[in-house]
């Protein structure tokens, strides 16, 4: 079973409505994290957190929302979606201890909001 | 800003050859590098990383190298294979070093030809 999640892995929505996309791990990491790819842009980090009472911003957070339900758990809402937000969302996480910089990727959502 | 960069977008070797990617890192305080691998349609994939005190890191078909002088990190592959086909990216670990927040490559294209 892969370590790390994402529900679902495809979605098509509509401007204005609101959508969540969850991410799952094993591996008992605290830090999660929600990025967006996009072409020619590279990942860009959304929100982090690094524990359940632990909610970060990342570079691009406008029109975005998370929640940490558990040590386990991130999601991430849209509650307006809009065209440009139209991308590829990755959930990763990583360790705690020094030494643990290293993320690892769960397999994307492909979101499209038309 | 910081920034990671890679020098060139795409890549297309025989099967067969060695491959070799290359990467410029700006902050000269990083402390830990990373090359992940992303195939179509799936999420970055750890393959080798490497600590600011080290020169050299082997894998299995896989060589990091890193030049501290002139901030820059290559991935070289040995005897790639069409299954090595990918978007490579690397990353770095700026300080402060326990926050996580790795910067990101754009990422160079390896195309495989048989």
């Known amino acids: 079973d892969a370590d790390v999640t994402q529900t679902p892995r495809n979605r098509i929505t509509k401007t204005g409505k609101r959508i969540m996309l969850e991410c799952s791990q094993t591996?008992?990491?605290?830090?999660m994290y929600w990025y967006r790819q996009d072409p020619g842009l590279g990942l860009r980090l959304i929100y982090y957190s690094f524990d359940v009472k632990d909610i970060n911003k990342g570079e691009i957070s406008d029109g975005y929302s998370v929640s940490r339900q558990a040590q386990a758990k991130f999601s991430l809402s849209l509650e307006s979606a809009i065209p440009n937000q139209t991308a590829l969302y990755f959930c990763a996480t990583s360790g705690m201890a020094a030494g643990e910089a290293t993320q690892y990727f769960g397999p994307g959502t492909r979101l499209l909001v038309l | 800003g910081e920034s990671v960069g890679l020098h060139l977008p795409t890549l297309s070797v025989q099967e067969g050859d060695n491959s070799i990617i290359n990467c410029a890192y700006s902050?000269?305080?990083?402390?830990?590098f990373i090359w992940y691998k992303q195939e179509s349609g799936k999420g970055p994939q750890f393959i080798i990383d490497i600590r600011s005190n080290m020169d050299k890191r082997q894998g299995q078909r896989v060589t990091v190298l890193l030049n501290k002088t002139v901030k820059h990190l290559s991935l070289q592959i040995a005897a790639t294979q069409p299954g090595d086909s990918a978007v490579y990216f690397c990353a770095e670990n700026p300080p402060p070093s326990n926050t996580g927040k790795l910067i990101f490559g754009q990422g160079t294209t390896l195309q495989v030809k048989p």
């Open positions: 591996k008992g990491h605290d830090r």
């Open positions: 902050n000269s305080a990083s402390d830990y």
